[in-house]
């Protein structure tokens, strides 16, 4: 009995902040004496970049700083943080959360509310207010647009989309236009070419790949993920729309792509890149650097041999010209010591003036403020750096609510089972639809919530 | 006494005693079987192959189709990489590998001095409810690992132990004191108490003809049981990853974990880390070869 | 209570003098503060970090408590229970995580008893055999998922590409649904095979060498000295190693989450798999309490059953 009563003690002392803790409006006076900046991100180039970066150039403002930036595996990226979000201590002060993760994370009131700091401290009108709503507002807006009244959590650290990569030497120097014309090219490529596949996509069901995809060519066809005002999915997903999209992905786009691609995620899509084995792929922006490395690619043994073959493209258009958002935004950890959230506060300053930005753009990085996206500096750091500027009024993000780890996961599994022939996809589809409005449902549920 | 590989060898059926009428069927037989055991071990041996291959070719080889067995370009740089940063420095791969060096080792070390006094306590003296007392003590390393890191990680919360090396080393030891318990108390047994009765009729107390006598004679037991623990703490993959996020605490298999999944996988890295980090198991295994069956049962099984 | 180590081929005498006389009533006394000094605090650990993280777990279970949600948690009483023993999705992976284990634990049974077989009927080479077959049981298994996760890819792995040399289409080793889930199997196969090996090979060269002499004596054909020396003699321990492998393929997580990581679709997806998506995804901690709770009760009561079942076996 005595153990019950304590038990119930240590569970119910938390959860007194419903809602997340304000940061100050001004940064407070910040430490002379050594301290060490923390950020968490998944394991991939950018983070080893922004690392350098920082220390390169934050600490000759602020030279008592030091920038660490922790990495976890990317398929332990969420559970990394919202673990030690769990815990109510970070060893991180500067969370770099997936858009859709800022939901989860401010009902939580695991980060800081930095509306009244980003008033007094940045130039919003930099922005295109897409890029500042979409890693930074909670609630999402329904346009997808920035609510100005919306409280504000994180600033955009790095942007990303989807790049369409093509082989020139393989299907000529223009790129398709339409989506139904890239599928007819890629077809005809295969078949031209025999041990080239004509795509190569995420497909896997880790992460958020699959999802991803679907939700991208969703899009593309005129459809809608859910309609947020109403809280629908059931019925708005699996729509005409929605069928389609289904359909072109499972039966025209996947039998382009090659046998047992049906787990493949950012490496191997680059890695059948690399190895001339797509005519077409589609990967991050912000992970395609690598397939530049004449040391990993048989597409040449130069960069410039490499850029004769490969083209970057942003993606083709069809009932609508709508891309993929990628990228993530830095926030302030709530579990962060105050002198810690003040120095996160004044990094952040720091980070989003317009010449640093441009630094970030040269450093390879993908900045957000307009200025910086159509700084030489941006554009001639990668090829495939104006395909992001051309692609930034297109972008459309997911359902950025607290139940997005659910959401994307079901979404994920049954993409990946209709991609890989465990579900048709008719069936895929109408089960994400009501599995989804299940979760987004079950807050009045007894018992048994997230099976 | 436990099965080990080298008596192996020493003894067997006697299979050359069949009578000559049979020698020729016998003959065919033994080649049949002499075939059957290459192909399994070829087969069973191959991945270990492999990784030895891939560790050691450039990346442009390995993804080669059809894959090269013989004819690539030899290089270190995997091994290298394995242990140095790219800038210069030592590789994050490496700091995980001390982790692991240091968590494994103190928590084995915490396991056998909690488990072994306990164990000789078990062997000699009547403990009310003994037989419960061990089953209980066997059952909770029954729990699935993926189960217990729930309960254990609110725990964790309050005290302040995630994402610590001794959050780690805890639940290791209470891991390991379960199977320390069991494997070391069928060593004792082994030792007949008459050495500790004779110890003690000389003036001794049971204490000191424990400390003087019988711990002397468990000894080799204990480096044996030492090293099973070490390797379930060298190799445990859930509670390092739910439990620990930074780079400072987190262990080598987590770490591996993480080479995959940035935007090009390395796999010559990974197979040059999974050799450098198995190589010491299979050493200690090598070592503790005579009491493996005992190892790998919770020393359920000692033949 | 069933005992496993009553199953032990212990050399007989030695467990008898266990427990020494019991001379003068001080040193009686001695000796039981001694025993409560050694094992309380190996018990005390137990009791820490096993007893009451579990006892915890019980609580949250009947709760709707979520550790990221925080607020107090709200009894559900049997709530979570019900909605887990009802739910398809939960049913689905029984299916899987049953199909997994019988199909694991009975090929690396045969294949483990095949080997151990072949090797006790060698004279010459033994040594290096058996530890060269242990190798794969002393990796991590996230060594083992890793890197048969690069020797089964379709387009680049090494099995595929020798599939191919003798002109064998391509197999998708871990996207299609029967195959995956086959793949699993003949990793963990794979890993696991000479820990049966091992235990096998114990009990085979435990075969006292007259029991063998005397039949052949009697020209007794080599299948029914097999059957009416070798396997009886085998059997016992074979049948502990088949609960040990039982058990550990039942909470089996690591492997899955590296390999397939469930798919394709939720093909692959274990109940250890399940209980970690439902903690750590949602974060729905009392349900994720509950579903533990009911794996751990099924493993001890399927342990008992066995365990009874053995007992019988030994003394029929």
Request: aromatic share 10%; proline share 5%; glycine share 8%.
């Given at each position: ?12 002392d ?33 983070a080893?970049?922004l ?30 943080m919202?673990?030690q ?11 770099i ?80 236009q ?6 007819s ?32 060519v ?24 929605g ?73 083709p ?27 996160a ?18 450093a ?11 700084s ?7 090829p495939?750096?104006k ?16 139940e ?17 022939g465990?579900?048709?996809?008719q ?17 009045s ?7 | ?13 006697a ?14 037989r ?26 050691i070719k ?27 940063a ?56 029954f ?13 964790y ?20 004191v ?5 494997m ?18 000389d ?63 390395d796999w ?6 999974s ?5 010491p ?23 | ?10 050399h ?9 006389p019991?001379?003068g ?15 309380s ?42 909605a ?14 049953l ?6 634990v ?20 033994r ?95 080599e ?16 049948l ?10 039942f ?21 250890s ?16 309490s ?27």
């Amino acid at each position: 009995m005595l153990v019950v009563t304590s038990m119930a003690a240590c569970g119910g002392d938390e959860g007194t902040n419903a809602s997340a803790p304000k940061a100050p409006a001004t940064i407070p006076e910040l430490t002379k004496d050594p301290l060490t900046l923390s950020f968490i991100w998944f394991d991939w180039p950018p983070a080893h970049a922004l690392e350098t970066f920082a220390n390169a150039e934050y600490t000759k403002e602020r030279p008592n700083v030091t920038i660490k930036v922790n990495t976890v595996p990317n398929a332990n990226w969420h559970d990394a943080m919202f673990t030690q979000f769990a815990a109510h201590k970070t060893d991180f002060d500067i969370p770099i959360l997936d858009s859709q993760h800022i939901g989860e994370a401010v009902t939580n009131g695991n980060i800081l509310d930095i509306t009244d700091f980003v008033k007094q401290n940045i130039e919003v009108d930099a922005y295109n207010p897409y890029l500042l709503a979409a890693y930074g507002q909670f609630p999402q807006a329904e346009t997808g647009k920035r609510d100005e009244n919306a409280s504000l959590y994180g600033l955009p650290l790095l942007g990303d989309t989807w790049t369409m990569i093509y082989r020139k030497d393989l299907i000529g120097d223009t790129p398709p236009q339409t989506w139904d014309e890239m599928i007819s090219v890629a077809e005809k490529c295969q078949t031209d070419n025999p041990g080239v596949s004509g795509l190569a996509f995420h497909q896997a069901n880790g992460s958020d790949a699959a999802a991803v995809t679907y939700n991208t060519v969703n899009g593309v066809y005129g459809g809608n993920l859910w309609d947020a005002k109403s809280r629908k999915i059931e019925g708005v997903l699996n729509d005409a729309a929605g069928q389609e999209a289904m359909d072109v992905l499972v039966n025209k786009m996947k039998p382009l792509t090659a046998k047992g691609s049906g787990n493949w995620f950012i490496d191997e899509v680059n890695a059948a890149v690399a190895q001339g084995k797509a005519c077409i792929a589609f990967n991050w922006i912000a992970a395609s650097g690598a397939l530049l490395d004449p040391k990993e690619s048989t597409l040449g043994t130069t960069k410039e041999e490499i850029l004769s073959k490969l083209g970057f493209a942003t993606l083709p258009s069809q009932k609508t010209n709508l891309v993929p958002l990628g990228g993530m935004g830095m926030h302030v950890s709530a579990y962060s010591s105050e002198e810690k959230q003040a120095e996160a506060l004044n990094f952040m300053k720091w980070f989003e003036q317009a010449d640093i930005q441009k630094k970030w753009a040269a450093a390879g990085g993908v900045p957000a403020r307009t200025d910086a996206l159509e700084s030489p500096e941006f554009l001639n750091a990668g090829p495939f750096n104006k395909v992001y500027a051309d692609s930034v009024s297109r972008m459309r993000d997911m359902w950025n609510v607290p139940e997005y780890a659910r959401l994307i996961d079901i979404e994920n599994t049954n993409v990946n089972a209709a991609l890989n022939g465990a579900k048709s996809p008719q069936d895929a589809l109408n089960d994400i639809a009501k599995e989804q409005q299940a979760v987004l449902d079950s807050s009045s549920q007894k018992g048994g919530g997230g099976l | 006494m436990a099965v080990s590989v080298d008596e192996a060898v020493a003894t067997g059926p006697a299979r050359d005693r069949t009578p000559s009428a049979r020698r020729l069927g016998g003959r065919g037989r033994s080649v049949l079987e002499v075939v059957l055991l290459t192909v399994l071990a070829v087969v069973m041996l191959f991945p270990v192959l492999w990784m030895i291959e891939t560790s050691i070719k450039e990346n442009r080889d390995v993804y080669a189709i059809p894959a090269k067995f013989f004819n690539f370009t030899v290089t270190m740089d995997h091994f290298k990489d394995v242990f140095v940063a790219p800038g210069g420095g030592r590789s994050a791969l490496s700091a995980a590998f001390l982790n692991s060096v240091l968590v494994a080792g103190v928590s084995t070390a915490l396991a056998t001095v909690l488990g072994v006094p306990a164990a000789w306590a078990y062997s000699r003296f009547s403990v009310k409810a003994k037989k419960d007392q061990l089953f209980f003590i066997l059952s909770t390393r029954f729990m699935p690992p993926v189960v217990v890191v729930i309960p254990i990680f609110l725990m964790y919360r309050q005290v302040g132990l995630i994402d610590s090396k001794l959050g780690l080393i805890l639940i290791y030891a209470a891991f390991n004191v379960p199977f320390t318990i069991w494997m070391m108390k069928g060593f004792v047994d082994e030792v007949p108490s008459e050495y500790e009765d004779a110890a003690m009729l000389d003036g001794y107390t049971r204490l000191q003809a424990f400390w003087r006598f019988t711990l002397p004679l468990l000894l080799p037991g204990i480096a044996a049981t030492a090293v099973f623990a070490l390797i379930f703490s060298w190799n445990e993959f859930v509670f390092a990853i739910f439990l620990t996020s930074s780079d400072g605490v987190r262990t080598a298999p987590p770490a591996i974990a993480g080479l995959i999944g940035g935007t090009t996988v390395d796999w010559g890295l990974v197979a040059a880390a999974s050799l450098v980090f198995a190589l010491p198991v299979l050493i200690f295994a090598y070592l503790v070869r005579k009491h493996l069956v005992a190892g790998v049962t919770l020393g359920a099984v000692r033949r | 209570m069933s005992d496993p180590v009553s199953l032990t081929t212990d050399h007989p005498g030695q467990a008898a003098s266990a427990t020494p006389p019991a001379p003068g009533r001080s040193r009686h006394l001695s000796d039981r503060w001694l025993a409560v000094a050694f094992i309380s605090p190996a018990l005390l650990l137990l009791l820490a970090m096993s007893v009451f993280p579990l006892l915890w777990a019980l609580y949250l279970s009947f709760t709707d408590y979520s550790a990221t949600r925080g607020g107090p948690a709200h009894f559900v009483w049997f709530g979570n229970y019900t909605a887990i023993l009802a739910s398809e999705q939960v049913h689905l992976r029984a299916l899987t995580t049953l199909i997994y284990v019988v199909g694991a634990v009975t090929l690396q049974t045969v294949l483990g008893f095949t080997i151990a077989y072949l090797i006790s009927r060698r004279t010459r080479g033994r040594g290096l055999l058996t530890t060269l077959f242990l190798i794969p049981m002393m990796l991590s298994p996230v060594v083992v998922g890793l890197f048969w996760r690069f020797m089964l890819d379709a387009q680049f792995g090494v099995i595929n590409s020798m599939l191919g040399s003798l002109g064998l289409g391509q197999v998708e080793w871990l996207t299609r649904q029967q195959t995956a889930l086959f793949s699993l199997i003949v990793v963990d196969t794979w890993q696991w095979t000479p820990f049966i090996m091992l235990i096998a090979l114990a009990g085979l060269t435990a075969v006292p060498k007259y029991l063998y002499e005397a039949a052949s004596i009697d020209r007794a054909s080599e299948w029914f000295r097999f059957r009416t020396i070798t396997l009886p003699l085998v059997w016992p321990l074979l049948l502990i190693a088949v609960l040990f492998r039982a058990i550990e393929a039942f909470r089996l997580f690591d492997l899955v989450y590296i390999l397939t990581s469930g798919g394709p679709g939720v093909s692959t997806e274990t109940l250890s798999f399940h209980v970690y998506k439902v903690a750590f995804l949602g974060f729905n901690t009392g349900t994720a309490s509950a579903y533990g709770i009911l794996m751990v009760l099924i493993v001890i009561i399927l342990t008992q059953l066995y365990l009874r079942y053995l007992n019988k076996l030994k003394e029929d």
